[in-house]
């Protein structure tokens, strides 16, 4: 089975945990010598009878039997993952699979293939970038999931023209440097949500006294400022949303989102944020 991996941002990455599978088994075999006549299989091969196998390969009558398809495949290359929906697309046999602990990928209605990456459909007036749609979507409905009283919030000054989602961590200089344009960005009429998102097991703590604390804001800006933060420990939800966003395939902070889901990107300065806002 051939397994094309693209280049997909995320914490806990299917990809790389197949790649260390396929690793493990194409390191047992050597290359040696040119490929030439003498050295190529004859017909008949046992290569090529492995082929017409994986070419007859079982296929999906429907979503439910491709779940548990993909399932079974995984397993059998060492990979225990709940799939929790297999949704088709708008190309030919190709489906959108959400798993816990994973970031969304891409199937074929065999189970046997697993891409994570960008789908973009041309022909149209403009092109459809099917991957990101998906993405959005899913990231919309997380998003909109979570409590306001499990972020931060630093409301826009007057009249609130957009609200973002900013994964942030307390040592991430480039969090640190949006944070003291905090201001800036208010007064342009952005509402900035902040959510915990701790790089490493390190500023764990750290998030969790800041989420702990009587004044979060102050506690917040405290902890970019490099200040200590001393609050009781208490039931918090930065865990929860940390794994919230691996699924949403983060991998850095700051990780920008608009309320329809986009991901904006990392840092951006003010102007550049309102201009990804289409703010005018």
């Not at 902890?223 to 939800?237: D, E, F, H, V």
């Not at 983060?250 to 102007?271: K, S």
Request: with cysteine.
């Amino acid at each position: 089975m051939l397994i094309r991996f693209a280049t997909y941002p995320a914490k806990t990455s299917l990809t790389a945990r197949l790649i260390t599978s396929v690793i493990a088994v194409t390191g047992m075999v050597g290359l040696a010598g040119c490929d030439n006549a003498q050295s190529r299989t004859p017909a008949n091969s046992e290569s090529q009878k492995l082929e017409a196998t994986s070419s007859s390969a079982p296929v999906a009558k429907n979503e439910s039997q491709l779940q548990q398809l993909l399932a079974a495949n995984l397993a059998k290359s060492g990979i225990t993952a709940k799939i929790t929906s297999v949704t088709a697309t708008s190309m030919p046999n190709i489906y959108w699979v959400k798993a816990e602990g994973l970031p969304a990928f891409f199937t074929d209605a065999t189970g046997q293939y697993v891409v994570q990456g960008d789908i973009i459909k041309v022909g149209g007036a403009k092109p459809e970038h099917i991957s990101a749609n998906l993405q959005a979507q899913d990231a919309k409905a997380s998003l909109a999931s979570i409590d306001k009283k499990d972020m931060i919030i630093f409301p826009a000054k007057g009249q609130m023209k957009a609200a973002i989602y900013v994964f942030t961590d307390a040592d991430c200089g480039y969090c640190r440097k949006f944070h003291s344009e905090i201001n800036e960005i208010n007064a342009l009429g952005i509402e900035v949500r902040y959510l915990p998102w701790p790089r490493s097991e390190q500023t764990m703590p750290i998030m969790e006294k800041i989420w702990c604390s009587s004044d979060r804001k102050k506690a917040l800006t405290d902890a970019k400022l490099g200040m200590p933060i001393n609050s009781p420990t208490c039931s918090n939800p930065v865990r929860k949303i940390y794994e919230l966003g691996a699924n949403l395939g983060i991998n850095g902070t700051p990780a920008v989102f608009d309320t329809e889901g986009h991901q904006l990107g990392g840092y951006l300065p003010p102007a550049e944020l309102a201009q990804a806002l289409n703010l005018k």
